[in-house]
């Protein structure tokens, strides 16, 4: 069992930055494929990044590719989203995500955070 709790969101004006933080209970941390996934008011849940157990391999949508990074921090049980150059359109609910399977994270996962609200005004 995976427990995830998202925090750092809040309110920037475009072109700010924010840095996303998801702590995970557990002892088997190091073991979880990593993602981050978003949810824009009235839209379906959409993948951002995802991160290998390892952290040797990164993928991220093209929406974000050049302006987010994923990175994990297995001593402190953490993966982050660093967002850089932040528009109104990347307005959402952030999820963190878990998974066992690396190739899950593109669509689902077994362990979900609750979730934690960025807005970014224009």
């Known amino acids: 069992q995976v427990q995830l709790v998202e925090s750092g969101g809040g309110l920037v004006q475009a072109g700010g930055s924010l840095r996303l933080s998801c702590a995970a209970s557990?002892?088997?941390?190091?073991?979880?494929?990593m993602a981050w996934f978003r949810q824009a008011p009235g839209k379906e849940r959409e993948f951002v990044a995802r991160?290998?157990?390892?952290?040797?391999?990164?993928d991220y949508a093209d929406s974000v590719k050049g302006r987010f990074t994923i990175s994990r921090d297995d001593g402190k049980n953490t993966v982050y989203l660093q967002m850089n150059n932040l528009k109104p359109e990347d307005t959402g609910v952030f999820y963190c995500?878990?998974?066992?399977?690396?190739?899950?994270?593109?669509?689902?996962?077994?362990?979900w955070g609750q979730g934690t609200q960025v807005t970014v005004s224009s």
């Open positions: 557990g002892r088997t941390f190091s073991s979880y494929a």
């Open positions: 991160i290998s157990w390892s952290g040797g391999r990164t």
């Open positions: 995500a878990a998974d066992l399977n690396l190739g899950r994270l593109a669509t689902e996962a077994d362990y």
